[in-house]
């Protein structure tokens, strides 16, 4: 009895040993999950705070706290609790990291990108208004590489930002303010130097310098060509959706050509994060492929759907016809209307595809000529019918080209 008690505790012990072994408990029946927990760092050990959290390209609406931490229920894994699943954290449509996990193996984990004190070079920069040139205090800097390392930081008074202690290899550097478009830049890092780069934001709804059109024309009399001066000229800028790519597909920056976004392990990809607007043209003299809708068509092409709001101006025509409107615009097309005292009301479409720097258009007003109408009522039979009650209805020129309708009343 003794030999058998002692080969069963020697059986126990060994399976304990075996267990222990991969660092974790056994794994955790799927009715006993309850959800995960967890803390994401960077390779300085500071938390990553505000990044969203995809698990196997799902949104989860969760996104990480001022500690970096999340918490996920069962249900946000679509390969099971005791399968591997990659939790992808980004933000503005780029992912800075991702892990792959198992999540009942460890339901408390710390996921940290890179390691700290083991690089030599220097990054740093100053995050600027792109169109007013001031510095911007409060960006979020978030340096991160494909070999899986991430830093952030915040911008100081003037804008200004540093990472220290940088490994060499292919960075990239991407800024988030809320009410700015996100800006990125690429760099190639050496042991020992130090890297200057700034970053560009772009305030929503404001058009970048170098992407807008003026837009200036002349307005005429169709009938003489004399410019019709004190008009009213109104312009709305279709912008609409620019560049929307097939889902789940990037531009290669190097090639220009598609590249599907897949799961590699590590940080530093840049595909599709979530639905917000994606880093445009990158600062530092490195570009992100697309830059928004204006952008060359030798360009790469766009990253994902980035639009400004509708431009709608107005203004009125000088003493020689001409009008100028004063904001450059945007976008697929330009809606003009235009009236003026003596004359029939006119509209106006013009296209923007391959437009830059400047539109001039040349617009016409048809005058308002009093015609006398003469005409005959008569019955079914062509009988002239007397005393009946004319009133004629001036259609607006909008009828096609034909008669005018007119009703008739005894």
């Known amino acids: 009895m003794g030999l058998r008690l002692g080969g069963l505790l020697g059986l126990a012990l060994i399976l304990l040993a075996l267990a222990s072994c991969g660092g ?59 399968s591997s699943n990659e939790i992808l954290l980004g933000k503005g449509g780029v992912v800075i ?33 792109e169109i007013s040139g001031a510095g911007l205090t409060g960006v979020q800097v978030t340096l991160f590489s494909v070999e899986g390392g991430v830093f952030q930081t915040t911008s100081s008074g003037g804008g200004n930002f540093t990472f220290n202690y940088v490994p060499a290899g292919s960075w990239q550097l991407v800024g988030f303010l809320a009410g700015y478009q996100p800006e990125m830049a690429f760099l190639d890092v050496k042991d020992g130097e130090t890297v200057d780069s700034s970053l560009n ?39 609409g959706y620019m560049g929307v790519p097939e889902p789940g597909v990037y531009n290669d920056v190097a090639t220009g050509g598609p590249v599907t ?38 360009e790469p092409g766009n990253f994902a759907p980035w639009r400004y709001d509708p431009q709608y101006q107005e203004t009125t025509t000088g003493a020689d016809g001409s009008f100028e409107f004063p904001n450059e615009v945007v976008g697929y097309s330009l809606y003009f209307n235009y009236n ?20 001039n258009v040349s617009l016409e007003l048809d005058p308002i000529i009093p015609t006398d109408v003469t005409g005959l009522v008569h019955d079914s039979d062509g009988n002239p019918v007397e005393g009946a009650y004319v009133e004629f209805i001036f259609g607006g020129g909008f009828t096609g080209g034909g008669p005018s309708p007119c009703r008739c009343r005894r």
Do not use: W
């Open 261 to 298: 976004g897949g799961g590699n392990s590590g940080s530093g990809e840049v595909k599709p994060m979530d639905d917000s607007a994606p880093p445009s043209s990158g600062g530092g003299g490195s570009t992100l492929p697309g830059n928004g809708p204006s952008g060359p068509p030798d």
């Open 201 to 239: 934001l772009s305030p929503d709804g404001q058009i970048r310098p170098g992407d807008g059109v003026k837009v200036k024309g002349v307005l005429k009399d169709s009938k003489t060509g004399e410019p019709i001066a004190g008009a009213f000229v109104s312009c709305m800028a279709d912008t």
């Open 24 to 82: 974790h408990s056994s794994v955790t029946p799927p009715g006993d999950f309850t959800r995960l927990t967890a803390q994401v760092l960077d390779g300085a050990g500071n938390p990553l705070a505000g990044l969203n959290v995809r698990v196997e390209g799902q949104d989860t609406g969760v996104v990480t706290g001022s500690d970096g931490s999340f918490a996920l229920n069962a249900g946000a894994f679509p390969n099971g609790v005791n």
């Open 97 to 129: 990291g991702s892990e792959a996990i198992v999540p009942a193996d460890d339901t408390d984990i710390t996921i940290r990108f890179g390691d700290p004190g083991t690089g030599t070079a220097t990054v740093q920069g100053v995050a600027l208004n």
């Open 340 to 359: 003026a005292d003596g004359y029939l009301s006119g509209s106006h479409y013009e296209t923007l595809a391959g437009v830059s720097g400047e539109i």
